[in-house]
């Protein structure tokens, strides 16, 4: 359950919490006007999420006319007046004649609500404000037939608007407060027209309060009966016999027991509520550092996490969404550690009481701390490559490879082909071939797989250990070899790519491979032999920082092309319509093709864009070490799953996405993630981006229509290319004027630009 307020009361917002599972949201009426009732009830039921009215009740709240602070210190006095109107009158106290008794009275003021509050009040009661307030001692009510008594500071604190008072009378009574104030019962005939059925009621004290609730609704609303007070606890039993729900709001009880007693209070309504299977939620402070912090504390994800495992119908954000910096983060922590725990649960029944003797976390759940977070990598499995002791290698047979090659052998240590650990022995390659999946049944839509010349395999043994060295003869990685086969090379280009024209650039990568395939297992990689770029980042590095960043869901972005206005299109459609918390940005920078961009230019037009006109901390930029293989449908689905691996919970496709020339159809790329089932990683898909003529601005839309199409600028690389290439400057719906103008300065200065 969320509580909404000004940080969180938009349609965006409410269409954000419901993509994220939020399955109620609540409005304080303690905090809120029933104009803010009307417009959020109008908002749910255009978004079509639960709501529920929570009542602002018995509760007596501080009130200050600027909606300022006040500082109170010790030995001030007071005026604690019955409402704002009668505190507007009086400016100063000091000059009402009748005050008597008083020493000193200080020109500090607040009013108390409901206007009954007052009325409540004796001499020798303490008003404690919220947790951390002042505490104030009541001590002349004469006046409290002009609208006011007068109190004495007995301990420092800060007085803010709207904050939950609590008064410890001298004679324990009865409070005089109806349950349902003035303002609820409004609030619930409102509620009842707009179909609200939940309804959270404020300071319970006994069933018959729940009894006069279903009376005021009609019984036409399910009670949440919130359990905040001393009363609530002796009369427990008739409580849960008569509400549907209840909820233990640990903030307000707080005021009236013990904190120290608080945890086991609430393991017991969790018990007796379990014994009359009712449902319970938990609130007050459980991500409370968040609404200033970008991150919760450790004592606080402690919290939500025994909560989960206690078996909580539910648990409620409030300040953190309702008046927080960062409403949207804390849903992704509450989220994300609520998966975690039922993962566990689901894995390994266990209790609370049983955790710590019964419980043994596995080994790679200790080491791999961020390698299953925001998402699973496929596979379930992140894979790691150990370093290499140079000493191991020196007796070892040693194979020469390409720099495409020393890209994969880099790729599969970090993680960004798991579940792949080496090279594909020759079952696993004809599965994919032709089924696109592993031997094992896993969606596996390329080969991975290592070509050599016959001499490297008669110097080599199946079963013993090899050295991989790069062109310049430094040791890459070992691996263990388990196989030694034909690389059919035509069979392969064929069933790959579609067809075996050695024009399409993926099949004459192919056909010009050496004659043989080393299948095996990594064993291990020399890290020093690796350059890595600023923005080259590996998946334990992306899925930590979208951890730091609150993310939960993240889109990736593929390209090989410079930023141009049909992908800025693209981001912020993601952004806006598919509710993402945040983009990849994973540009590929290994090898190309002639005329493609050189990636130094990729990384700095994206620079630009993330400076200038993106949203601001809405986007990670990272480069792909790895290189295009031009593979249509099938890269299609390579792509994916290598941003599964990285950390992404969605994947953007385009209209060509990793296509050449006019082999694969438009469509392909998107089609073919119908066909091969689920791969765990939602697609986005988009169809050709344009921009109208007629209507200014940028759309997507088919363009088989040629009639249709001339309404329309077609937005591409390869027209963007060609403006630059005859030293024009694109135009302005094409691309960024600032990055266009960096590209013809580059060219200008002799600077490769392109792929030569």
Known sequence: MVTIGPSSNSERIFRIMKNKSVDFIRLNMSHSSIEDLKYSTNLANNVGIDYVLDTEGAQIRSGLLDDASLFLQEGEYVQIYVNSKVMERFSSVSNDSTIIAVDKISNKSFFLTPIEAIKTLSLGDLVYIDNFGPIISVVDVSTKSSGYIIGKVIANGELLNKKAVFVDKAFESQSELSVLSAKDEEAIGL?????????????????ADVDLVKEVTNNKMRIISKIENRLALINLEEIIEKSDFLLIDRGDMSKE????????????????????????????????????????????????????????????????????KHPIRSINTMNRVIAHVEGIKKNSPITVDAMIDDFNLPLDYLNEHFASVPIEPFGGILVRIGDMDINDIEFMPKIVINEDSARDIFQ????????????????????????????????????????????????????????????????????????????????????????????????????????????????????????????????????????????????????????????????????????????????????????????????????????????????????????????GPREAIFTAICRKNFGCTHFIVGRDHTGIANYYGSS???????????????????????YSKKQKCYIQTDLKDEKKSRNFYQISGTEFRKSLLQNQLPQSWLARREIAQMLLKSISRGEKVFVE
């Open 412 to 631: 599969i240590a970090v993680g960004a082909f798991s579940p792949i650990s080496g090279f594909m022995h020759q079952d696993d390659l004809h599965s994919v071939i032709t089924n696109m999946q592993l031997s094992n049944g896993l969606i596996w839509p390329l080969p991975i797989t290592l070509d050599i010349e016959e001499s490297d395999g008669e110097a080599i043994s199946i079963g013993e250990d090899c050295c991989l060295l790069d062109s310049r003869k430094r040791p890459l990685a070992t691996m263990r070899v388990q196989q030694i086969y034909n690389n059919q090379k035509a069979l392969i280009s064929k069933a790959v790519f579609g067809t075996e024209d050695p024009k399409h650039l993926g099949v004459e990568r192919v056909l010009n491979q050496k004659p043989f395939l080393l299948a095996g297992e990594l064993i291990s990689i020399n890290p020093t032999a690796f350059s890595m770029g600023k923005y080259e980042f590996t998946p334990r590095q992306l899925r930590k920082l979208f951890y730091e960043k609150g993310w939960e869901k993240i889109a990736g972005f593929h390209t090989r092309n410079v930023a141009h206005r049909g992908h800025e299109y693209i981001l912020s459609r993601v952004i806006e319509d598919e509710f993402c918390d945040g983009v990849l940005l994973h540009p590929v920078v290994g090898s190309k093709k002639k005329g493609d961009f050189n990636s130094k230019y990729i990384l700095k037009s994206y620079e630009m864009m993330l400076k200038n006109y993106l949203m601001k901390d809405r986007f990670v930029l990272s480069a792909f070490g790895t290189y295009s293989r031009y593979g």
């Open 191 to 207: 509620g009842l027209k707009e179909n609200i059925s939940n309804i959270a009621v404020s300071y319970v004290r006994s069933g």
């Open 257 to 324: 027991i013990p904190v120290e007693k608080i945890p086991f209070i609430q393991r017991y309504i969790l018990d007796r509520c379990k014994s009359n299977d009712k449902g319970v939620f938990v609130a007050t402070n459980l991500l409370e550092s968040m609404v200033s912090n970008s991150k919760p504390t450790r004592a606080e994800i402690q919290d939500v996490t025994i909560a989960a495992l206690d078996g909580f119908y539910g648990l409620t954000l409030s300040a953190e969404t309702a008046v927080g």
């Open 668 to 690: 392909n790329s998107k089609e073919v993630f119908d066909k091969i089932g689920d791969i765990g990683i939602e697609i986005i898909a988009f169809d050709e981006v344009v």
